[in-house]
């Protein structure tokens, strides 16, 4: 049985680092569902929010463990979905030409608590965040319409416990907060 | 644990506590050969003790290595019976193959220096003669075979065990990658420390050539000597120049037996004999290495094979050695490819 895992990992900011964390996962033939980096609230420190399903739990440990062996990595972590807060956002086109069935924007508002974000002419583009599911429940009905474009960005997560970013951090490092 | 400069704490730990040790390919001339303790390498061509008695052991005590599935063969028969204690500085290769029950990550040098005054000096002489038998077994089937022949042809293990006299087990071996490099395992008696170089386990050919030219930079007062397979060496022979550009009397051996050996082992024992792409139709090995300045010859006659290898050792420049062996010569004791230790082949 196929479950998510999120794995987080905490890098410096360097180019051509992306490639070295990916590798680990392309050797394992491991698909990786979505991908997300940014910068964190310390100066200097990127993360990088990848989500993979798989049946073992060992086979994750050992894939974390190989990436922390990497230089510029600053720490890893492994979640499964109950141990994080997450969440996702996704856009879609719509195409509404004249004359075509019009979009219920009551329903979408209050409903799907999702929201049009832009009006074209012959189109309108929605907006909806929430987990996977959600966003693909709200899919299913968005497919009542023409859907012109679609894309979901990656996962965003932090783990559910009272502790900063930098208590995982190597303590040499200068950690101011941006 | 060579990388560690541990090996007087090895062999300290390995005193006190009367544990026979058995070693990896990289693992070579860290307790000299002929140590008492000293119970052959484990592996895919290891000794028949070594191998066997792994899954027969209480304690197995591992020292710098990562369970590489030359060592283990089919993972889920390995060791099984054993408690484990792994001694390894990376924490990532810790319980990544083989289950410790008692991890210690750190240096081997600390580990050992800190685990020696906490051992009992102990005398295990009945389970160390248990090796006996099956070492015993192993001479009469393969060694005697492999270094006391009858025949013409010279076979590569009286070869190395020549130069292993000649060198008095004093020399540094570089080894390419194949059956060579197992026979020399097998068969050069090393009394030095960190005298044995080669690729381990990413089994690179054309390794030796340059690396020999690189051991003799760092040591130039040790006699280093390659041996190498004629596969291998077509590989990165053009390194002839740096060394006879360099002038540093590197010896060169070239155990030629006009075929990718070890591919045509797999191919007898586990495809029918039906050999694919492994015959090697050689170049003249003397003319080139004349070609680059360096000196060289070529002996196939058993006769000649001690003089040979003197011309060898005495040279004071770079010098080439062919030395013709018998085409199809097998290397055993081998546990096949995934296979239980216990079920290692004498033939």
């Known amino acids: 049985m196929l479950i998510n895992y999120t794995i987080s990992v905490f890098t410096t900011n360097t180019v051509g680092l992306l490639n070295r964390i990916t590798i680990i996962f392309t050797r394992r033939r491991i698909n990786i569902e979505c991908l997300t980096v940014s910068e964190t609230e310390r100066k200097g420190v990127s993360r990088f929010t990848i989500v993979i399903r798989s049946q073992s739990r060992e086979f994750v440990e050992k894939l974390v463990r190989q990436i922390r062996k990497i230089t510029d990595v600053l720490a890893v972590f492994g979640y499964l979905d109950d141990e994080i807060v997450f969440n996702e956002i996704a856009l879609f086109k719509i195409s509404t030409p004249l004359g075509c069935e019009p979009l219920d924007v009551k329903t979408i508002n209050l409903d799907w608590n999702a929201k049009v974000v832009h009006w074209g002419l012959e189109y309108v583009v929605v907006e909806k965040n929430g ?48 | 644990m060579i990388l560690g400069n541990a090996e007087k704490e090895f062999k300290d730990f390995v005193e006190k506590s009367g544990i026979p040790a058995a070693w990896t390919i990289l693992g070579l001339s860290a307790l000299p050969t002929s140590h008492e303790l000293n119970v052959g390498m484990v592996g895919m061509h290891g000794n028949y003790g070594a191998n066997v008695l792994t899954n027969s052991c209480d304690l197995l005590i591992a020292i710098g290595m990562r369970f590489d599935d030359r060592i283990t063969g089919d993972l889920s028969t390995y060791a099984k019976q054993a408690k484990v204690i792994h001694i390894e500085i990376d924490p ?68 190395v065990a020549l130069l292993s006299d000649k060198t008095k087990g004093e020399a540094v071996v570089v080894t390419d990658v194949g059956q060579h490099q197992m026979i020399t395992n097998r068969y050069y008696r090393f009394k030095k420390q960190n005298s044995m170089i080669t690729s381990g386990g990413a089994g690179t050919m054309g390794f030796a050539l340059p690396a020999s030219f690189g051991a003799k930079v760092a040591v130039p007062h040790r006699e ?33 037996n006009n075929f990718l050996g070890m591919v045509r082992q797999w191919q007898q024992l586990f495809f029918d004999n039906r050999y694919s792409f492994v015959e090697l139709q050689n170049p003249d090995f003397i003319t080139i290495a004349k ?27 770079p010098y080439l050695l062919e030395i013709v062996c018998e085409k199809e010569e097998n290397v055993f004791p081998m546990v096949p490819a995934g296979g239980c230790v216990t079920s290692i082949r004498l033939e």
């Not at chain 1, 009905?141 to 679609?150: A, D, G, S």
């Not at chain 1, 783990?159 to 950690?175: D, H, I, S």
């Open chain 1, 131 to 178: 987990t996977e599911e959600e966003i693909h429940e709200f899919y299913s009905y968005m497919k009542n319409w023409e859907i012109l474009e679609y894309v979901k960005s990656g996962r965003v997560a932090v783990g559910k416990t009272e502790k900063g970013l930098v208590e995982f951090l190597p303590e040499e490092g200068n950690w101011e907060i941006v």
């Open chain 2, 92 to 159: 990532s290769e810790v319980d990544k193959n083989v289950k410790a029950d008692a991890p210690v990550v750190g240096d081997a040098k600390a580990a050992l220096k800190a685990l020696l005054p906490l051992v009992k000096k102990a005398d295990h002489s009945e389970w160390r003669a248990e090796f006996k038998k099956y070492d015993d077994e192993e001479y009469d089937k393969i060694t005697k075979k492999d270094l006391f022949h009858e025949g013409n042809q010279i076979k590569m293990g009286e070869a």
């Open chain 2, 224 to 256: 280093v000597v390659a041996v190498i397979g004629d596969g291998g060496f077509q590989m990165t022979l053009q390194e002839l120049g740096t060394i006879a550009q360099s002038g540093l009397p590197v010896k060169i051996i070239i155990l030629n």
């Open chain 2, 291 to 317: 070609g680059f300045g360096i000196e060289g010859h070529k002996v196939s006659d058993r006769s000649l094979l001690s003089e040979s290898l003197d011309t060898l050792l005495n040279s004071d420049k």
